[in-house]
């Protein structure tokens, strides 16, 4: 073959492939580019949307982490202000305290006590929360430091309670030379009403 009719196959085939590759580009590759930024495109949104369902989800976990808190707080608040007056509780409480520092509990008595609206403003709230208390006469015999050490403890008690007023005696049918006294405290318990 001559050099010329070479150049001119040559140059055919090249114009061929140049042709076939551009007929490959607007058959294959240009549908399979337009399917694959679809794609992409799907891939972005569905990670978008992961991550927004992630940041729902941690928030929901903290609002549950929240929530409970609250109830842990509510519990605290129903052990401080009782809903009811929870008498038995109250004169175990009572009793265990004078046991711990070391004090014989001789008698224990509850009187009536009032009700009390705990907040003026009623916008708030159609029924305000009312605290009602309850008055408890204790006698007590002991040293003097173990009860100033039950009045520390009623002070830390978990239940909200007052020392309205205490006396200090000496013990009746005991010589003053001995380190023991009787005590009478009047402590005011509260508790939640409706």
Same mark, same amino acid.
């Given at each position: 073959?001559r050099?010329?009719?070479?150049?001119?196959?040559?140059? #055919?085939?090249?114009?061929?492939?140049?042709?076939?590759?551009?007929?490959?580009?607007?058959? #294959?590759?240009?549908?399979?580019?337009?399917?694959?930024?679809?794609?992409?495109?799907?891939? *972005?949104?569905?990670?978008?949307? #992961?991550?927004?369902?992630?940041?729902?989800a941690?928030?929901?976990k903290?609002?549950?982490?929240?929530y409970?808190g609250?109830?842990?707080l509510?519990?605290?608040?129903?052990l401080?202000l009782?809903?009811e007056?929870?008498?038995?509780?109250? =004169?175990?409480?009572?009793?265990?305290?004078?046991?711990d520092?070391?004090?014989?509990?001789? *008698?224990?008595?509850?009187g009536a006590?009032?009700?009390r609206?705990? *907040?003026?403003?009623r916008?708030?709230?159609?029924?305000p929360?009312?605290v009602?208390?309850?008055?408890?006469?204790?006698?007590?015999?002991?040293?003097?430091?173990a009860?100033?050490?039950?009045?520390e403890?009623?002070?830390?008690?978990?239940?909200?309670?007052?020392?309205? *007023?205490?006396?200090?005696?000496a013990?009746?049918?005991?010589?003053?030379?001995a380190?023991?006294?009787?005590?009478?405290?009047?402590?005011?318990?509260? =508790?939640?009403?409706?």
């Amino acid at each position: 073959m001559r050099a010329s009719t070479q150049r001119i196959y040559v140059f #055919l085939l090249s114009l061929f492939c140049f042709v076939a590759s551009f007929v490959v580009y607007a058959l #294959l590759l240009k549908p399979a580019y337009a399917d694959l930024n679809m794609l992409r495109g799907i891939l *972005s949104s569905k990670t978008e949307a #992961l991550d927004v369902h992630g940041q729902i989800a941690l928030k929901v976990k903290d609002l549950i982490a929240n929530y409970k808190g609250v109830q842990n707080l509510q519990e605290n608040i129903s052990l401080a202000l009782p809903k009811e007056q929870s008498l038995a509780t109250l =004169y175990n409480q009572f009793y265990a305290l004078a046991s711990d520092t070391n004090l014989n509990l001789k *008698s224990l008595s509850a009187g009536a006590g009032t009700l009390r609206a705990t *907040s003026e403003d009623r916008s708030t709230s159609q029924t305000p929360a009312k605290v009602g208390t309850v008055q408890v006469t204790l006698t007590l015999a002991g040293t003097y430091e173990a009860f100033r050490n039950f009045l520390e403890k009623l002070e830390t008690n978990i239940r909200i309670l007052d020392v309205a *007023s205490f006396t200090v005696a000496a013990p009746q049918g005991q010589s003053r030379s001995a380190n023991s006294f009787d005590f009478t405290a009047i402590v005011v318990a509260y =508790y939640q009403s409706r």
